[in-house]
């Protein structure tokens, strides 16, 4: 396993009141109104209180934005082993049974793709995952999407990005991260660490997925390998928060497994040795 763990004018109502001779309500306007219309009134009100998915909030363990780097360091085969990593992580069952063992037994997931400053699009919105089936789901969404940008790098583009996305959650958590996966430093947009101490400023925790490119193009080596290596740029710039942590992937080929672990990780939020066996 080629991976690795390193270590936030006034209107008032009507009143109502009751005729006892004519058995109907009557309002202030003296408009009469019937029981039975009130009835049914108050019938569809509990109807529509009970209705599921977007008509309510739903509560829920975690709201996890999956940040997925789409930029131009990347080719087209490490692409293809990327969305194939997330959507493979994302059904593994020990990912599922973390998700289960929580106090609700839900997370809600948003996958994102991003390159350049500007350059973030919504692959999969908010999922809320309880089983196989929602997972299911969530992976076709990702596989079946178009590669959304070929660009620049900017992971404060991705993080400014993230919190949008939290903004306009349906569901509600008390626990939000960003998962944020990348082969490079960021090149693109503000710096990188105003956007991730604003956002630590407002309890979200990022995690870090570096991928150390084995073959990089000539022209981005220091892009993909800068001073002290990419592990430790994104230690020093990225990563922060309650329980942080970077999770290092020496080649694309091993990225499904390491995502999976670090999905097992986030979701659970145990001490290491409880994280261990439930990866076992």
Same mark, same amino acid.
């Given at each position: 396993?080629?991976?690795?763990?390193?270590?936030?004018?006034?209107?008032?109502?009507?009143? +109502?009141?009751?005729?006892?001779?004519?058995?109907?309500?009557?309002?202030?306007?003296?408009?009469?109104?019937?029981?039975?219309?009130?009835?049914?009134?108050?019938?569809?009100?509990?109807?529509?209180?009970?209705?599921?998915?977007?008509?309510?909030?739903?509560?829920?363990?975690?709201?996890?934005?999956?940040?997925?780097?789409?930029?131009?360091?990347?080719?087209? !085969?490490?692409?293809?082993?990327?969305?194939?990593?997330?959507?493979?992580?994302?059904?593994?069952?020990?990912?599922?049974?973390?998700?289960?063992?929580?106090?609700?037994?839900?997370?809600?997931?948003?996958?994102?793709?991003?390159?350049?400053?500007?350059?973030?699009?919504?692959?999969?919105?908010? !999922?809320?995952?309880?089983?196989?089936?929602?997972?299911?789901?969530?992976?076709?969404?990702?596989?079946?999407?178009?590669?959304?940008?070929?660009?620049?790098?900017?992971?404060?583009?991705?993080?400014?990005?993230?919190?949008?996305?939290?903004?306009?959650?349906? +569901?509600?958590?008390?626990?939000?991260?960003?998962?944020?996966?990348?082969?490079?430093?960021?090149?693109?947009?503000?710096?990188? !660490?105003?956007?991730?101490?604003?956002?630590?400023?407002?309890?979200?925790?990022?995690?870090?997925?570096?991928?150390?490119?084995?073959?990089?193009?000539?022209?981005?080596?220091?892009? !993909?390998?800068?001073?002290?290596?990419?592990?430790?740029?994104?230690?020093?710039?990225?990563?922060?928060?309650?329980?942080?942590?970077?999770?290092?992937?020496?080649?694309?080929?091993?990225?499904?497994?390491?995502?999976?672990?670090?999905?097992?990780?986030?979701?659970?939020?145990?001490?290491?040795?409880?994280?261990?066996?439930?990866?076992?």
């Amino acid at each position: 396993m080629l991976h690795r763990e390193i270590w936030g004018s006034e209107v008032r109502p009507a009143t +109502p009141f009751r005729n006892a001779d004519a058995g109907l309500i009557l309002a202030s306007d003296g408009e009469e109104k019937s029981p039975m219309k009130s009835v049914l009134s108050a019938a569809m009100v509990l109807a529509l209180l009970a209705l599921p998915g977007p008509a309510r909030a739903q509560s829920t363990d975690l709201l996890l934005v999956l940040a997925a780097d789409v930029s131009r360091s990347i080719d087209e !085969t490490e692409f293809a082993l990327q969305r194939k990593g997330y959507s493979a992580a994302v059904t593994d069952p020990r990912v599922l049974a973390a998700i289960r063992g929580g106090t609700i037994g839900t997370i809600a997931i948003c996958f994102v793709e991003w390159s350049g400053a500007g350059e973030q699009y919504v692959v999969a919105d908010w !999922t809320v995952v309880h089983d196989e089936e929602d997972a299911g789901g969530l992976a076709a969404a990702i596989l079946a999407a178009p590669r959304s940008f070929i660009g620049r790098t900017s992971i404060s583009g991705a993080i400014d990005f993230a919190m949008e996305r939290f903004a306009a959650a349906q +569901p509600r958590a008390s626990r939000h991260i960003i998962d944020v996966s990348g082969d490079g430093t960021n090149n693109s947009g503000r710096p990188v !660490t105003e956007a991730r101490d604003q956002a630590l400023a407002e309890g979200v925790t990022i995690n870090g997925l570096a991928i150390v490119n084995d073959k990089p193009n000539p022209g981005y080596a220091f892009h !993909t390998q800068p001073p002290g290596g990419l592990p430790e740029w994104y230690r020093q710039n990225v990563i922060g928060g309650p329980g942080a942590f970077l999770r290092v992937v020496d080649d694309f080929h091993s990225f499904a497994d390491a995502m999976t672990n670090k999905l097992v990780s986030e979701i659970a939020a145990l001490p290491p040795q409880r994280r261990a066996a439930l990866l076992r």
